[in-house]
Nanobody
């Protein structure tokens, strides 16, 4: 079973930046697309961004387009989420997971603990 460990969250003022990391155990990391998801208090978990196995295709939910960038390092088994121009509505616990394809929006593994992002106004 692959384990996912998210890090890099924190408290930041509106307009600030954070870079999240997701480290995945196992030797099959490069076989899967990877996605970032988030869950705000009282809301369901939602898709944020995804990246294909080789990094050639990226997708974003409309609310983060132009502000967030997803990338991956297959040699290190890490996927990143660079978040710029953060807004209070970005406040949530952020999670990563593997997906069947970059378009799938599914989650193949057990969720990790996530990393909290709090954006103050």
């Amino acid at each position: 079973q692959v384990q996912l460990v998210e890090s890099g969250g924190g408290l930041v003022q509106a307009g600030g930046s954070l870079r999240l990391s997701c480290a995945a155990s196992g030797r099959t990391f490069s076989n899967y697309a990877m996605g970032w998801f988030r869950q705000a208090p009282g809301k369901e978990r939602e898709f944020v961004a995804a990246i294909s196995r080789n990094g050639g295709t990226t997708l974003y939910t409309d609310s983060v387009k132009g502000r967030f960038t997803i990338s991956r390092d297959n040699a290190k088994n890490i996927v990143y989420l660079q978040m710029n121009s953060l807004k209070p509505e970005d406040t949530a616990v952020y999670y990563c997971n593997a997906q069947t394809t970059v378009y799938s929006r599914n989650s193949l593994y057990n969720w990790g603990q996530g990393t909290q992002v709090t954006v103050s106004s």
